[in-house]
């Protein structure tokens, strides 16, 4: 059986394809052992083959085995994929993070619901007759004071008052109960 020192010698394709061989294994089992990860493993030892592979003409072995010099390449090897991984890793922390874009879908759908159930109200506020529905609309949904609608109506603010009343008894039996919460907005007196 040939040595390593002499596989290493003849410096041939075919004489490095059997120190590969021979111990591709330990060196796969060292990488593994060192990263805990098979896939880096497998990147590892080719990097480590192929270091030796270049370097065969510039190293000479003090021993027979080619092993012990094959895993100190490796993990130097492995400490150098280290190093420009923690590189990588903090040129990545000086780069500032993007503002988190909020979903919006909740909010479409919301608004697709909101618009949904407006068109439902406004279908039974257009079912009231016109003196209701102008006080709905200055008093429940813009605001409005009754006394200020009075003065815009030209009526007194007990009637505004009376309208408002009769316009949300009328509309809560049309409307399900949810849709009377669109329709009690805060009063100003």
Not at 113 to 122: G, I, K, N, S, Y
Not at 123 to 132: D, F, G, M, N, S
Request: charged share 25%; aromatic share 6%.
């Amino acid at each position: 059986m040939t040595t390593d020192s002499e596989l290493w010698a003849a410096g041939s394709g075919a004489a490095f394809a059997v120190l590969f061989d021979r111990h591709a294994k330990a060196v796969y089992n060292h990488c593994f052992r060192l990263t805990a990860s098979w896939a880096a493993a497998e990147d590892h030892t080719q990097s480590t083959f192929l270091l030796a592979w270049r370097k065969r003409d510039q190293v000479v072995l003090q021993r027979d085995s080619v092993l012990p010099w094959l895993l100190a390449v490796a993990t130097n090897v492995v400490r150098a994929d280290r190093r420009s991984l923690a590189r990588r890793l903090r040129l990545a922390a000086r780069v500032p993070a993007d503002d988190p874009v909020p979903d919006h879908a909740d909010d479409v759908a919301g608004r697709i619901d909101d618009q949904r159930r407006m068109a439902e109200v406004a279908t039974a506020v257009a079912k009231l007759p016109r003196a209701q529905r102008e006080a709905v609309a200055l008093c429940l949904w813009s605001g409005v004071s009754y006394a200020d609608a009075a003065a815009v109506l030209g009526i007194a603010e007990g009637s505004v008052r009376a309208r408002v009343s009769k316009a949300r008894a009328r509309l809560g039996r049309l409307l399900a109960a949810p849709a009377v919460s669109v329709l009690a907005t805060e009063e100003t007196a």
